[in-house]
């Protein structure tokens, strides 16, 4: 009769069964035939003896551990010898032959099913585990140079549960008691290996498969198997462990060591947990094993991971809060709004009042051309004299630099000093070349000069001009256009090169114009040109005039009563042009000239009248505030 | 590199700096390179203009992506921006329709912010001596009087001589004395903020 040894706990089973009846393991896939009786007990020096004759086949002698047993105790070489002793005393029960016949049953049978079909599997499956950790890849390697490694675990997993259960049940020689042999005493202890105990039953699964393997592969036929293993007597095997070994004494070890020792009452090899309830391993190398981690590729296959969503699970109750929180959040940050005024204040109806005081008589004025303030005459205005006298004085034909540089919103101060002056300019013939410094002076001077040479009753014919648009840089344009005003300016908005043809072909500095005429409402503006233009244009004396407003006249009249003068002549606000007008014979002024006059008399009027009335107001109101 | 780069532009601005203004002192010697170092800086204004023009639309693209309040006035700047670009590309600087968004939308607006301005200013002229009832404001209220009945002949009373040379005293010494002053104090303040550049004591321009 022949029992099967269960691969997951070791104990023997009919062979009737598939199933172990202890953990309920598979038993036909990968389970292990028990030796009957009368073959006598299994023993785990079996293997190990196919193995060490396979390791010594592979050149792996064991006197290579002659230094190990040279550090085995003496206690451990007197054991070994009774052994010796005891088993060459008594008679041989077996044959070496039933003994060769026997390892076969036992390294054959289990081997068939699993670990017959894929024995490259397991050992790419050891060599990565040795690998990993940190040994070599090497397939050759693998075959070859651990093999004294593997055959450690092999004998520490046969030595280990199959004896422990046979010992329990069988009355086998529990392995702490059955003497080894000086090479298996060796293996041991240069194995990194765990022994006897401390592997566990797929370990001793696997490794046993990589043995009968290497059992296969080698011939079997002329395997040697040590004297010894034909001298054990399964049958007299309870009766030495009933036997009282030779007296050993203990060893005198020191405190630190006794210390390291493990505790005696711990078995190293009493089973942790109970794995009778835990899972069988379907599939992988694993397979039919019990309480390991499942080793299926889907276990460790990469996948997306799930996507959760990020939405927040919130209740009624907690959504209602939060959304009371934003509203009082947000009316926070509203502002208050102010109270809400009527249209119709005093205020606002002092702001009309004064509005309508002003522009319903100019409005008036303009329509009916009233010319009942006397104009201002030339000479009751600065300036006007000598500008009319300079710009008599330009040769006809001659080129003239004129600057436009005031803002679109002071056309009805200067429009009419500058459209006498341009109407002059066209008469004369001459050359107008116009400037600016600022983004909007180009279209301002063009569209200055399309109506006033429409004046001459030929609309558009006037064509003896340039624009040469804008000078950028502020003062140091000027500073260029007075250096070099070719350089600065040298094409015109046409994309013409003026500066090669007639007249401005004679111009190489600003001093060939024949005069500079700057119109502009900035006192700043006309200061950077009387002061970066006006000393280069000293030495060949050409003049220098302004037309100007009144709000930049002050600051520009200086230069022109200076001795000597900076500027020659200049027209500023509406009465320079009246006046300036009048020297030249044009006394048409449609209204303008009252139009100002009665807005400044309403002005007067306005303030005085409302400071007047304010203050009479609040002479009372503070009186009462004194008597409270 | 963060040591050098300042070093080598404080060395490129007092070396252009001091050749313009060698330039004035010996025009015929350093005129040409003063010539040049102007021209550079005239069309790096050129640039800096139009990199204004670019932050502008820029400011309020962000503004209109933004929304709020002053969205719309963004949004009516870009609109306007972009139609003033193309019509001028189209037509030219001077051209017909230059001419027509100039006479039609710049100069009345410009017109009518001046005309709003003279409204506002006799508004608060009149209410000034309630909200300051000081010594200083009525001072500043005869001055500014005194200045209007001067500048015009009234139109019932005719030309007051007198106001007249009184407007015309205080338009120039006590208002050019003033302006004056500022001037003086501004050229005093350019100069040594000149020479301070030319020794590499002030960099506006970095480092």
Known sequence: MTDIICPLCGKPNPPELDECKYCQAPLNASGFLAPSDQEGQENPFIVSSGDSDQSESQGLKPESTSPLEQAIPDWLKNTEANFLEGTEAKPESQAPD????????????????????????????????????????????????????????????????????????????????????????????????????????????????????TVESADTGSMDIPDWIGKIEPEETPSDQEEPGPQIAPAELPGWLEALRPDDSVSATEPVEDLSAADVVTAGPLVGLRG??????????????????????????????????????????????????PVLTSRNIFRLVIAAALILPIA??????????????????????????????????????????????????????????????????????????????????????????????????????????????????????????????????????????????????????????????DPDTARSWVEQVGPVLKEDGTPLLIVTSSQAEPLIRPYYEANPSQVQG???????????????????????????????TASVLIILIGSISRAVMKLPMSGKKKES | MKKILPTSNAIIAVISGLLVLLGYFFPGVFGNIQSILIGWSIILAAFALLLGIFNLAFVHWKKTKAGGAGGINSIVLLVSLGITIIL??????????????????????????????????????????TRRPKWYTVLFLVTVLIVLLGSVPLFFLGEVAPLVALRGWLAQVPAVAGARGLLLGVALGTVATGIRILMGVDRPYGG
């Open chain 1, 364 to 521: 008036w004025m303009i329509i009916t051309g009233s010319q009942q303030v006397p104009a201002p005459q030339p000479g009751e205005v600065p300036g006007v004299v000598d500008f009319t006298q300079q710009v008599q004085a330009i040769p006809a034909g001659s080129p003239v630099l004129l600057a436009f540089d005031y803002e679109a919103g002071f056309s009805g101060e200067m429009n009419l000093a500058i459209s006498t002056l341009i109407n002059q300019l066209t008469i004369k013939n001459n050359f107008m070349t116009l400037v600016t410094t600022i983004p909007s002076g180009p279209a301002l001077a063009e569209s200055l000069i399309s109506p006033s040479t429409s004046l001459e009753g030929n609309p558009g014919s006037y064509s003896y001009y340039t624009n040469l648009g804008y000078i950028p840089g502020g003062t140091l344009g000027l500073v260029g256009l007075a250096l070099s005003p070719k350089s600065v300016l040298p094409y015109s908005l046409d994309g013409v090169n003026v500066w090669q043809s007639a007249p401005l072909d004679t111009v190489a500095t600003i001093n060939d114009f024949s005069a500079i005429i700057v119109l502009t409402n």
């Open chain 1, 292 to 341: 390991v981690i499942n080793a299926h590729p889907s276990a460790i296959r990469a996948r997306k991971p799930p996507t959760y969503s990020i939405k927040l699970r919130v209740t009624d109750e907690q959504r209602a809060r939060v959304e009371m929180m934003v509203a009082l959040l947000a009316d926070e940050q509203k502002p208050k709004p102010l109270p809400s005024q």
């Open chain 1, 98 to 213: 039933d003994i060769a016949e026997q390892i076969d049953s036992l390294l054959s049978q289990p081997s068939t099913p699993d670990n017959g079909v894929q024995p490259d599997i397991d050992d790419d499956w050891l060599a990565s585990l040795l690998a990993e950790a940190g040994g070599e890849s090497s397939p050759l390697s693998l075959q070859e140079e651990p093999l004294d490694e593997k055959e450690v675990p092999v004998n520490a997993d046969l030595t280990g549960p199959s004896v422990e259960e046979s010992n329990g049940d069988e009355g086998v020689l529990p392995p702490a008691q059955i003497e080894k042999p000086d090479w298996l005493t060796g293996l041991e202890a240069s194995s990194k290996i765990k022994v006897e105990g401390e592997i566990t039953p797929s370990e001793a699964f696997v490794i046993g498969a990589g043995v009968a393997d």
């Open chain 1, 570 to 600: 200049m027209v500023s606000s509406l009465a320079g042009g009246l006046a300036y007008g009048r020297s030249v014979g044009n006394i048409q002024q449609n209204g303008e000239w009252d139009a100002f006059s009665i807005a400044i």
């Open chain 2, 88 to 129: 001028v590309s189209l037509s030219g600087p001077t051209g017909a329709l230059s001419l027509w968004i100039f006479n039609s939308f710049q100069v009345p607006v410009e017109i009518s912010l001046l005309a709003v301005l003279a409204v506002v200013l006799v508004y608060a002229a009149a209410r000034l001596l």
